[in-house]
């Protein structure tokens, strides 16, 4: 790997920390840490309506009958669209868009994003997404109601003869714009993370967080036009007269769609969880005041779920009536996947082994995603079984599953770094109470929602149900419960917020308020950093590789 | 303990209730989900007993490696905080450790497969099936056929609305007008496909589960050990009424399967049922 010396770069001198007018700081933004504050706004914004989505959904849950919803298709159109906003619109934009950007230049020493124009447009294509899905709301879909409830998948038929009325097109568009947006992120992560590394940061050196954002950016870029290609093929199926790619009738294979569609798919997963698994290890190592175990294991570890994530795809379909030796096949290499993610679990639980544990806020996020995160990845291996998946798949045993490791693993991830870099992005302090509350909460709410689930699939429940027969009654109801704790834990982390900003000028905090332990270029510099840091590149000194990350 | 009594007496009441509500079935073994349950549906067939019991081994595993991992991190919490523990060790690598914890999983998961194979290639790869039923997802209901009695033509299964279901006893969004009937003790193909929409055709205690899609004809297999009627619901999302297309298979002997079949696979009316069972109720006050 040829990296060009950081010293070559231009960097621009007019960095006395004069920051634009409001219009064109928020509006015209290249700076990266502006950016990546709006991705973190928009990730908020976009939680709290896919949130919304979710607690309706679970309150028309509550009881067998269908009692809140004033048709079966507005359900449909709910878990269609909490799926998509929470992954696309809340999850990506919080770990890569967010995160990712506010700390990669500066954890790897650059002063900005290797292009920060396009960086821009990565950002401002998103809320243009955003409308296009909120449009898609109010517009008819099928079956005489509004918007689209096809779910996420969007498998055709049912997206394109089966769901007539422009609620589709729109989040096709709204997709294409969000994918096109990741794409250029991506492109933009991997050139500034392979060329603007500080002057002596080899590859080995660099931080965690930046190895599982380069990792992720490229399976953005090798995912998503994958899923362009069938959202195109999808628009023009839908043409009345159009293209049959899909359509049986004229000689189309329906079944290419889910090939198409999950060999995005499951890389995405991946996607949503590897800078979380970034993130924690920089929070274990900080609060255990050790250097991170097994660091190389670490990044390969990732490279290599990155790599066997793009060759088990059909895993998301071993009941569309594959050939046997193929779903042999899938099963394997789905089984493989537990072996770098084990040896990522034991990284961490060894990192704090020997420390000296601190149980900050960030650490007890990064400790509860742990522990989601094993329980998400154990029933994982649960349905990787094509045997016993057939009698899992679609049921809520999945959808307790992909809950543990996403609405848990990567949204832990995402309070874990809110809350380990919350004073590094704003300069000052949270309240203590109030933030152990919200974990307290949320970690009770989320169990008490998805753990039931576990019991109601295999009970036989499906997905995707406005109704279910009165023996999934009691489980349903605990899950609806958690809900009210889930959406009390969600006021809660509001009113940290609340409380940090007005109380922000007695917290103020100085460059490594974590203290020892925290050992990255962040802790560097001031909190908030200036507008632009690293007007002189910082010099990453020799020394054991493993030691200098 | 006497509360504990109280609570089944006052179970044992309410099921009575239900068993009585549907005068006509109440003899008929019902097999679905459980109430409350929390555990996979009974096991009707020879591959939902194998599925069982993968499903029973990874559970097993997967359970231990849950409570290792909690354990071991619960310990590490303990005896490395910081007031127990106030300078770090600046260990950062084992390879020998780093090797266990590669290879041992790796066994973990050779001792997963092996079952998980043989289970796959079971349920998978028809055996030599005596009889064979077609099954066609509509939006939505389901069309059963049976390919090899030209005799009997194909029909129509749709749900049973709510008050439907008190009538004749059966479970609401379970329960259908019209089962697919099939033999016990004999394999049974099953032909899988859809007319538009994509559905999925699931009977869990039978470990069924296969993709209805347009265009392409699915095939899997069963064999059913008791009478009894059998519950499954359809596993792919197909629109609106997804939730309201129930799956309602009744296994009935050899003898009386040959009789449907004789009678040009007539499906019972369960409503002209009820009435008689009323009526005999009736006449037994």
């Known amino acids: 790997m040829v990296a060009i010396s950081g010293e070559d770069i231009p960097v621009v001198h007019d960095d006395h920390d004069e920051k634009p007018r409001f219009f064109e700081r928020w509006f015209y933004s290249t700076n990266h840490k502006d950016i990546g504050t709006l991705y973190l706004i928009f990730g908020i914004i976009s939680g709290l309506v896919g949130g919304f989505l979710s607690f309706m959904m679970r309150l028309e849950l509550m009881a067998p009958g269908i009692d809140i919803f004033t048709n079966e298709h507005t359900y449909l159109v709910f878990v269609s669209m909490h799926g998509l906003i929470m992954i696309f619109f809340m999850v990506m934009p919080a770990l890569i868009g967010g995160f990712g950007n506010w700390f990669i230049p500066i954890m790897i020493g650059a002063p900005d994003m290797a292009f920060p124009r396009m960086n821009n447009l990565s950002f401002w294509l998103l809320p243009v997404a955003f409308i296009c899905l909120m449009i898609s709301f109010f517009v008819p879909g099928a079956a005489e109601g509004n918007g689209f409830g096809g779910s996420w998948v969007m498998y055709p038929p049912l997206s394109t003869t089966g769901s007539p009325g422009p609620a589709f097109d729109f989040i096709i568009i709204g997709l294409l714009a969000a994918g096109f947006s990741s794409i250029f992120g991506a492109i933009n992560f991997i050139t500034t993370i392979l060329n603007m590394r500080a002057p002596g940061m080899t590859m080995h050196k660099m931080p965690l967080f930046a190895w599982s954002v380069l990792v992720t950016a490229f399976l953005l870029l090798l995912a998503l036009p994958v899923l362009a290609a069938a959202l195109f093929m999808l628009l023009t199926d839908r043409i009345e007269g159009g293209t049959a790619f899909f359509d049986p009738a004229r000689g189309g294979d329906p079944q290419m769609f889910q090939h198409l569609f999950w060999f995005f798919g499951h890389p995405e997963v991946y996607i949503m969880i590897l800078p979380a698994f970034g993130i924690v290890s920089h929070i274990i190592s900080t609060f255990s005041k050790k250097p991170i175990f097994g660091y190389l294991g670490m990044a390969y570890a990732m490279v290599a779920i990155g790599v066997v994530g793009f060759v088990v795809w059909a895993h998301h379909m071993y009941t569309i009536g594959m050939d046997v030796n193929v779903k042999a096949y899938f099963v394997l290499a789905t089984l493989v996947i537990a072996v770098p993610t084990g040896v990522k679990v034991f990284s961490w639980l060894a990192t704090m082994w020997g420390g000296s544990i601190r149980f900050t806020v960030p650490m007890i996020w990064a400790l509860g995603f742990i522990f989601l995160f094993v329980v998400g990845g154990v029933t994982g291996v649960m349905l990787a079984n094509a045997g016993v998946d057939t009698y899992l798949h679609d049921t809520y045993y999945v959808v307790a599953h992909f809950h543990y490791v996403l609405s848990m693993g990567a949204v832990f991830g995402i309070f874990a770094a809110w809350y380990y870099w919350h004073g590094k992005m704003f300069g000052y302090h949270y309240s203590g109470f109030l933030s152990r509350l919200h974990f307290w909460l949320f970690f009770i709410g989320v169990n008490m929602i998805f753990f039931p689930q576990h019991f109601l699939g295999l009970n036989g429940m499906p997905r995707r149900y406005v109704d279910y027969p009165v023996e999934f009654e009691f489980w349903n109801q605990v899950s609806s419960w958690g809900a009210f704790v889930t959406l009390a834990s969600v006021v809660v982390f509001f009113l940290v917020m609340a409380e940090a900003f007005l109380m922000r000028k007695k917290r103020k905090v100085g460059n490594n308020y974590w203290g020892e332990g925290a050992t990255t270029l962040e802790w560097t510099i001031s909190s908030p950093p200036p507008y632009h840091q690293f007007s002189v590149l910082p010099r990453i000194d020799g020394g054991d590789e493993d030691h200098a990350h | ?285």
């Open chain 2, 1 to 285: 303990m006497r509360a504990l009594n109280a609570m089944l007496s006052t179970a044992g009441a309410g099921l009575l209730t239900l068993m009585s509500a549907g005068a006509a079935f109440a003899q008929d073994r019902q097999v679905g989900p459980t109430q409350d349950g929390w555990y996979l549906q009974e096991a009707a067939t020879p591959v939902m007993e194998e599925l069982t019991r993968v499903h029973d081994i990874v559970q097993v595993i997967i359970t231990l490696i849950v409570i290792f991992v909690v354990g071991l991190m619960a310990y590490i919490m303990i005896r490395f905080r910081e007031s127990k523990n106030p300078v770090p060790s600046k260990t950062s690598h084992n390879t020998l450790i780093e090797v266990i914890w590669t290879v041992v999983p790796v066994i973990i998961l050779v001792i997963i497969a092996i079952p998980s194979m043989n289970l796959l290639y079971m349920q998978d790869r028809l055996p030599q099936t005596q009889m064979t039923v077609k099954v066609v997802g509509n939006t939505w209901n389901w069309l059963y056929s049976y390919p090899d009695y030209e005799n009997v033509e194909e029909y129509v299964s749709n749900p049973l609305d709510e008050t439907q279901s008190k009538q004749v006893g059966q479970p609401y969004l379970l329960a259908t007008d019209a089962p697919l009937i099939v033999p016990i003790n004999t394999k049974v193909k099953v032909l899988v496909t859809s007319v538009n929409n994509m559905h999925a055709w699931a009977v869990p205690s039978f470990g069924v589960k296969m993709d209805a899609v347009p265009g392409i004809i699915n095939e899997t297999w069963f064999e059913v050990f008791e009478e009894g009627t059998y519950y499954g619901q359809c596993s792919e999302i197909c629109g609106i009424n997804h939730y309201y297309m129930p799956i309602e298979v009744k296994a009935v002997s050899q003898a009386e399967f040959a009789r449907f079949i004789a009678g040009g696979g007539e499906v019972e009316d369960k409503f002209a049922k009820l009435e008689g069972g009323a009526a005999v109720s009736a006449a037994n006050d």
